[in-house]
T-cell receptor
Framework: DQQVKQNSPSLSVQEGRISILNCDYT??????FLWYKKYPAEGPTFLIS?????DKNEDGRFTVFLNKSAKHLSLHIVPSQPGDSAVYFCAAVSNTGKLIFGQGTTLQVKP | DAGVIQSPRHEVTEMGQEVTLRCKPISGHDYLFWYRQTMMRGLELLIYFNNNVPIDDSGMPEDRFSAKMPNASFSTLKIQPSEPRDSAVYFC??????????FGSGTRLTVV
């Protein structure tokens, strides 16, 4: 039973355009969310997070939006760069404090 | 700090053999996590430790899997006997608290 879902396995965008990665969750008790980025042959690294008291958090080219009523969050990357090509994981912090990850979305940014 | 160190980076073994994956967490981190990455389910939490004590092993798939943390600087994940469906990338992560994880580079396990 997947509590955090990333329904798009892959996404391809042109350099300079916006990348939008989506994530849905099922547990309304989740109150903190994170995005991790993973390059091949490396472990995931923390990218950006958002608390449920906010609906938006921005860090440079990266913005995460949270829609609590829809149990949906998204990561926007603008402008996208070829170096952003990676697997992006959405994660939620459970009520016991552990991270529950989605399946991941592979982003390819074409030059 | 060298970060979270996992070994080996790659492991190829025959079905039925015992496999041991190793992890050295970041010094001072009280939490250690073992995750498995598959295409279908993404990153699945297998087990995590707090101060060397297993807290939640509900993600361990079956009795063939076991994990230990004999001290604050070392943990192992063992699969005995291994099966082809265990083939995946296994990540270890450590954290000073719940939520702020640092991952190792992973061990890619192939069981043939």
């Amino acid at each position: 039973d997947q509590q955090v879902k990333q329904n798009s396995p892959s996404l391809s965008v042109q350099e300079g355009r916006i990348s939008i990665l989506n994530c849905d969750y099922t547990n309304s008790m989740f109150d903190y969310f994170l995005w991790y980025k993973k390059y091949p042959a490396e472990g995931p690294t923390f990218l950006i997070s958002i608390s449920s008291i906010k609906d938006k958090n921005e860090d440079g080219r990266f913005t995460v939006f949270l829609n609590k009523s829809a149990k949906h969050l998204s990561l926007h990357i603008v402008p996208s760069q070829p170096g952003d090509s990676a697997v992006y994981f959405c994660a939620a912090v459970s009520n016991t404090g552990k991270l529950i990850f989605g399946q991941g979305t592979t982003l390819q940014v074409k030059p | 700090d060298a970060g979270v160190i996992q070994s080996p980076r790659h492991e190829v073994t025959e079905m039925g053999q015992e496999v041991t994956l190793r992890c050295k967490p970041i010094s001072g981190h009280d939490y250690l996590f073992w995750y498995r990455q598959t295409m279908m389910r993404g990153l699945e939490l297998l087990i995590y430790f707090n101060n060397n004590v297993p807290i939640d092993d509900s993600g361990m798939p079956e009795d063939r899997f076991s994990a230990k943390m004999p001290n604050a600087s070392f943990s192992t994940l063992k699969i005995q006997p291994s099966e082809p469906r265990d083939s995946a990338v296994y990540f270890c992560a450590s954290s000073p608290s719940l939520g702020g994880y640092t991952f190792g580079s992973g061990t890619r396990l192939t069981v043939v």
